[in-house]
């Protein structure tokens, strides 16, 4: 956590924050300061996808005493009536005088995939536990505790460190000479008294930009115990990797701030799936994470800054002898940590999870697999070659960017259907839509192309454009001079102001057009890499949560995948997760893992001098 200046107390002044469902909490702060940095500085959870840069209008917390002024950027955000009721972007908000602030509920649990595509595989983790009844020592023998072990294991060459000999000698003693020895690959990592070989868990994390999944595994059965999911606490400096590069970057204390977030998310969710399982931590000796380069770096305490800069080198491709603390989770004291290895440093660990589950490397067909995110990874599996490279498609996909956009929680619109005279909304949750998630963002823009309200180049056409019927045109409205198309009126009121209105405007398209031509490109310039056309295509994969819930059809329309028939686009789910799984289950698919570093060849596309062009010729929508 940041420190505050030391200053007089005339110079500070004092904020509460009330947040939604929480106790309120007092603090002072420098005069000046915005409510963003204020509420960051105490540990206050703010919704925010750009940092605080003011871009993506989501930190929005509401004056209740105290007045602050308007800003410029506020009423973009915010109604008339909205700014007199105190509302403002706490990012430009600051306080010049003691304030009383409602802060609005952050999101921690949005709609995520947690389980996806994966192969069965055979049960052979790295972590055993191996029931002993060793002969005690005697003057004709008298061999070390630890000698007399090793020799009890004779098929491991064991690595022992000081506090494992220090259990070993407690262990005998407790419990006559019979122990049970926890070992994880090469490594002593317990002496337990008695026999206690039936309990042995291990943890599986996909660790994503904008979700953390966790499950808990019996390593001796090979079954899941328990799973849950929250948003990466990290969200509050950026929706995106380049956001979050761009905070350590720019101030010296981000990154223990990041590595702290990343840490207290991990742990957070360790707790709750031992809780669900009913398993003691210390019963975890292993835990797997699947993360994009970044997320790992962050998680890990590495810089991350040459990652976000030409020629985007990474720390290391992989790291040995990590444990559960190096990760900040709480489990045995010596809990071994396992890291998938990246490709690049845009093709991380989750996409050589996501490779490891789907069994890319083991099909002869031609597969794409697409994991749509802020950041877009691709391969390609053609015959024996498999090409991989990374398209920045931006946070639209996250509701970022996007005037009315929000995460997949409830409230948020996932699907849309436009008939001749009427709009259908499908609402997670089944309540009153308050926001436009990214699968509904993608449904909505092909619907609107397909009901011919949006042309090929992407333009909102105008109310009395020909073959507009009049029940569709009374949705196109103005919001200050952008053209709009609504939703949905709150309180069915369609004559109500269209800025309180959810509505996708111009730019949200153009958003979404950018987004969808950067993927395109990507998978377009494998596909020519080897001489193939998506006529090829015998399968995609639509990975990641995001995919998991991506209409194929809208996809389609859109020119988002591939133009092939509907019944090869798979939503794959949640593979991260799967791989890390299977790491924790077979020491074989790590070895898998480890060697698709070596078999894929990464493209990068920044370094072609004609993905400019080929990404303007994507722009546009297929009609």
Request: charged letters at 25%; a negative charge; proline letters at 6%.
């Amino acid at each position: 956590m940041t420190a505050l200046p030391e200053l007089p107390p005339s110079d500070r002044v004092r904020i509460r924050f009330d947040p939604d469902g929480a106790r309120p909490r007092e603090v002072r702060v420098p005069a000046g300061a915005t409510l963003f940095d204020a509420a960051s500085w105490n540990g206050i959870a703010v919704d925010s996808t750009c940092g605080g840069h003011g871009t993506c209008r989501k930190c929005r917390m509401r004056v209740v005493e105290g007045d602050v002024t308007v800003s410029r950027l506020d009423p973009r955000a915010f109604g008339p009536e909205e700014l007199r009721a105190g509302w403002r972007l706490a990012c430009r908000a600051r306080a010049e005088q003691d304030l009383r602030v409602e802060v609005p509920p952050l999101v921690t649990r949005p709609k995520a995939a947690t389980v996806g595509v994966g192969r069965q595989v055979i049960l052979r983790p790295a972590l055993q536990k191996r029931c002993l009844t060793l002969p005690e020592a005697t003057l004709s023998d008298q061999r070390t505790d630890l000698e007399r072990l090793r020799d009890a294991l004779p098929d491991l060459e064991l690595r022992v460190d000081l506090p494992a000999i220090r259990s070993l000698s407690r262990a005998l003693r407790a419990a006559d000479h019979t122990v049970t020895a926890v070992v994880v690959d090469d490594v002593l990592v317990d002496v337990e008294p008695g026999d206690t070989s039936g309990r042995l868990f291990g943890i599986a994390f996909d660790l994503g930009t904008t979700t953390v999944v966790a499950t808990l595994l019996d390593l001796a059965t090979g079954t899941p115990v328990a799973i849950a999911s929250r948003l990466n606490p990290q969200q509050s400096h950026g929706a995106d990797v380049i956001t979050r590069i761009s905070a350590t970057m720019t101030d010296p204390t981000a990154l223990d701030r990041l590595t702290a977030l990343a840490h207290d998310g991990l742990d957070q969710l360790a707790g709750e799936v031992c809780a669900d399982g009913a398993v003691d931590r210390g019963e975890v000796y292993e835990i797997a994470v699947a993360g994009n380069a970044t997320m790992t770096h962050l998680a890990l305490g590495l810089d991350p800054e040459p990652l976000g800069v030409a020629p985007f080198v990474m720390a290391s491709r992989s790291f040995d002898d990590l444990t559960a603390a190096d990760l900040g989770v709480r489990a045995h004291p010596r809990a071994r940590a396992y890291v998938f290895p990246a490709l690049g440093a845009y093709v991380g660990g989750d996409i050589v999870a996501g490779a490891l589950a789907s069994g890319m490397d083991r099909d002869r067909r031609v597969r794409l697999f697409i994991d749509i995110g802020t950041n877009c990874e691709i391969l390609l599996a053609a015959g024996d070659r498999l090409l991989a490279t990374a398209a920045p498609a931006g946070p639209a996909f996250e509701g970022a960017a996007i005037r009315c956009g929000m995460r997949a929680a409830p409230g948020a619109i996932e699907g849309v259907k436009i008939g001749d005279d009427d709009v259908v909304l499908q609402v997670i949750g089944d309540v009153e839509p308050t926001g436009l998630a990214g699968s509904g963002l993608v449904d909505a823009v092909a619907a609107m192309v397909a009901a011919g309200l949006v042309d090929g180049s992407g333009r909102l056409v105008a109310p009395d454009a020909p073959g507009v019927p009049p029940g569709l045109a009374a949705r196109l409205r103005q919001v200050g001079k952008e053209r709009v198309f609504v939703l949905h009126f709150r309180g069915d009121d369609p004559d109500g102001d269209p800025a309180d209105a959810l509505y996708l405007s111009q730019r949200d398209i153009r958003e979404l057009q950018f987004a969808k031509a950067a993927i395109s490109t990507g998978w377009q310039l494998l596909l020519e890499e080897q001489g193939l056309t998506s006529a090829d295509v015998a399968q995609v994969l639509l990975a990641g949560s995001f995919g998991s819930y991506l209409g194929p059809a809208a996809a389609v329309r859109i020119g988002l995948v591939p133009d092939v028939a509907l019944l090869r686009i798979v939503s794959a789910g949640n593979v991260a997760g799967e791989g890390a799984k299977m790491a924790l289950l077979s020491v074989r698919e790590r070895a898998a893992a480890q060697a698709l570093l070596e078999e894929v060849h990464y493209v990068e596309l920044s370094d072609r001098a004609d993905f400019n062009d080929r990404f303007v010729e994507r722009l546009a929508f297929p009609v």
